[in-house]
């Protein structure tokens, strides 16, 4: 439970002005986003358990698009997915000032009140300048363009080249293993892979790609290399101006 009343109005004014607007969400993101509030914050709860199939039943949506829509919310930041299985999703709802894509920006409206009252991190308040191996690389826009720009715009796994507008992150180690948002985990990769690799290791999945002749034999070597290369640390992400 959340241990401060909640500001209902506020939460909906901020959600509804700031937080969608600056995420660019779509419809379908949207509407998830209300149920799961609903559900959560508004009823003084930080966490929610749901299953996908009832999700998608309530709103009228494809499983397939519901399941889109918690992923996205879950790498933008809007809530965190602790626990996937058969039986549903088990989330961790953000408060909209914690969602770093939706503060005070250079240009636009700006939460200044949080939802429980209290102030939101502002430019006073601002976190430490990060260093390298601590910083979120998902947490915002610019970050993510550090590792999308790492991949030269080829995807990390079947190596095609990605256009800006159908690439995605993806977890090496999937978030549900307790994958982390580092530059050592997150890879930039086409929408076909990130959809397909799922919660598989990113080694089997490679694998997999080599049997489908996606991926040369030499190719496939030098995946699986990258992928050490990655772990250790070694790939760096492109403009990234925290201290390192
Ligand atoms: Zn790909």
Known sequence: MLNKKLNAKLLWMQFEDVLAPRLGLTVKERAVYSYLLRHS????????QFAVMSLARTLGLAIGAARQAVRRLDELGTLRVLKRCKTGHLVEMRLPEKIRAARPGKNGASLVVGVVGVRATGAAGEP????????????????????????????????????????????VVPRVRLGRNSY???????????????????????????????LTAAELDGRLRALKDLDAGKLRPVGFEGSK
């Open 184 to 214: 050592r985990n997150l890879v930039s990769c086409c929408l076909e892979c990130n959809s397909r690799k799922g919660d598989r290791p990113a080694r089997d999945f490679l694998r997999t790609l080599y049997r489908l002749g996606r």
């Open 41 to 48: 914050l508004v009823v003084g709860k930080l966490r929610l």
């Open 128 to 171: 430490p300048a990060a260093t390298l191996e601590t910083t979120d690389f998902l947490k915002t826009w610019a970050l993510r363009k550090t590792i999308h720009d790492r991949e030269r715009g080829a995807c990390f796994y079947c190596l095609r080249r990605t256009p800006a507008h159908v690439h995605g992150l993806d977890h």
